[in-house]
């Protein structure tokens, strides 16, 4: 689904974020992006994303080559994937309902379409109740739910987090990673970049470590 083959990435100033990495995940995996702060964490996740494209190696993404396609092509590429930031990008003034509805529309989803996916988006993350509800009134850990239902609403194949608990307590960290897991568990993938330890992870989860832009472990943990 997703294969990085000899990938470096290059910036202007000559600093390599990322030197010679090499890995494949497959459909429906759970997937833990590890390494300090600075790793190349967040420049993989642009990588696979479509977002940046390789100075040099081969990034695949459901066997296409992401340096071969055409600019018109992305979009289409990219929809194939839900994006979680850790600073949730939500828009403050629009409800819930409307951060969801905006996410839709810019793939072309609205009317009665857009609202069965809505309220399922909302009611999977435990928001349905709090539709008309603005950003600012939740908590952080439901601000972080409510960006994980408009990531989700779109039905992407492909769920990626960038450091999604980093601003979390415990307690809402958990939940967090507990709605990856159930996204996971139907058939998703999820791809999750942390510098944190997680208790979470488990023997049915891949872990790519990263230190100084290099790929020191890619393995299923034990």
Do not use: W
Request: hydrophobic share 40%; net charge positive; charged share 20%.
């Amino acid at each position: 689904m997703i294969n990085f083959d000899q990938v470096t990435k290059r910036y202007p100033s000559s600093h390599e974020a990322l030197s010679n990495v090499s890995f494949s995940i497959e459909q429906g995996e759970m997937v833990y992006v590890t390494g300090h702060s600075g790793a190349g964490k967040s420049t993989l996740l642009k990588l696979m994303t479509a977002i940046e494209r390789p100075t040099t190696g081969t990034v695949l993404i459901n066997n296409q080559n992401v340096s071969k396609l055409k600019e018109a092509t992305l979009p289409y590429i990219r929809r194939k994937f839900g994006l979680v930031f850790q600073d949730h990008k939500l828009l403050y003034d629009r409800n819930c309902y409307h951060n969801v509805a905006l996410a839709l529309a810019i793939n072309g989803i609205t009317g009665t379409e857009a609202g069965k996916r809505i309220r399922a988006a909302l009611d999977k993350v435990g928001l349905l109740g709090k539709e008309k509800s603005m950003p600012i009134t939740l908590s952080g850990g439901e601000q972080q739910r409510l960006a994980i239902a408009r990531a989700v609403a779109s039905r992407p194949s492909i769920l990626i987090a960038d450091e999604p608990t980093g601003n979390l307590d415990k307690n809402y960290a958990a939940d967090i990673l507990t709605l990856f897991n159930a996204f996971q568990q139907v058939g998703v993938t999820v791809i999750i970049a942390t510098h944190d330890a997680l208790g979470n992870v488990n023997e049915r989860n891949k872990i790519l470590h990263l230190d100084h832009g290099k790929l020191v472990a890619a393995e299923v943990s034990a």
